[in-house]
């Protein structure tokens, strides 16, 4: 059972890997300001939880997501959120709404989409360490279509995407969509998966990625995420630093112990 009581997400811990499932289905997985504060401590709770090594998140019904609740938008154009406006830091920055806190958490985030992904929504796919897709899945973003700039999340597509696939997505809004074939195809996503096995192979993944050593996962995770945003030189040293911290812990002995030794390593985490 979970620390926390939730109730417009599922959460549950099997073995060393954490399901986050978002389940507003009758609105589409849409945000609600209640299911933004939810996800937050999920988040949390999976990130502070020495036995959870990785995080899957997926969604019921038709939809992954939808992005923001359009009939919970404050009218004055607020932030989602249920706390007092600017009263945290968070509130400062882009506007996160539904996306884990990949750029200060160590455990990665494997990404299981559904079916209908757009607006806040692909903000699982573009900050997600891997992403699978049902082939019922579909990809758009509808902002320009209600009348909205397309933000962060077009920002973020952009960096993932060619320049004019992302645009073009971004200009069509909802009169264009992407299917599942097509993201695999541009890399949006790394697999397809047929629609009843989507969150098996998700947790097949899972099981894959926590055979390796979970220090070692981590710290290669915030090599390669916090290197993007530098210069290569500067990068490589990080990179570095990381593998050199990594190098102080048991289970760095243990994997090329067990490997002379010819056994499974017992990974202890620390």
């Known amino acids: 059972m979970p620390a926390i009581a939730y109730d417009t997400i599922g959460y549950e811990v099997d073995g060393h890997t954490a399901t986050i499932t978002l389940n507003r289905p009758e609105a589409l997985n849409a945000l609600s300001p209640h ?19 990785l995080l899957i998140v997926t969604g019921t019904g038709r939809a992954f ?13 607020k932030v989602i959120n249920e ?4 009263s945290t830091y968070e509130q400062w920055e882009a506007p996160q709404e539904g996306t884990p806190p990949f ?28 992403v699978i897709a049902s082939e019922k899945a579909t990809f758009f973003d509808p902002h320009v279509s209600i009348g909205l700039v397309a933000g962060r999340e077009m920002v973020r597509l952009a960096r993932v995407l060619p320049r004019t696939v992302a ?10 969509r992407m299917d599942a074939q097509r993201a695999y195809d541009l890399g949006l996503i790394t697999e397809i998966v047929e629609h009843d096995r989507l969150l098996e192979r998700a ?35 990080l990179a570095e630093a990381f593998r050199e911290r990594n190098l102080h812990t048991a289970d760095s002995l243990e994997g090329p112990k067990a490997f002379v030794e010819k056994r499974s390593p017992e990974w202890q985490c620390r």
């Open 35 to 53: 299911m933004v504060t939810e996800l937050r401590a999920a988040y949390d709770e999976a990130e502070n939880d020495g036995n959870v090594w």
């Open 103 to 130: 750029r200060r958490m160590a455990k990665p985030v494997i990404a299981a989409i559904n079916g209908i992904c757009c607006g806040a929504g692909l903000d699982w796919v573009t900050t997600g360490d891997i």
């Open 203 to 237: 947790r097949e993944i899972a099981d894959t990625v926590n055979r390796n050593a979970p220090l070692a996962v981590r710290g290669t995770r915030l090599a390669i995420l916090k290197g993007r945003e530098i210069p290569m030189h500067e990068a490589e040293m």
């Open 65 to 77: 997501c939808t992005g923001a609740d359009v009939k919970e938008i404050p009218e004055d154009g």
């Open 167 to 176: 645009l073009r997505m971004a200009i069509m809004g909802k009169h264009e």
């Open 83 to 86: 706390r007092p406006f600017l």
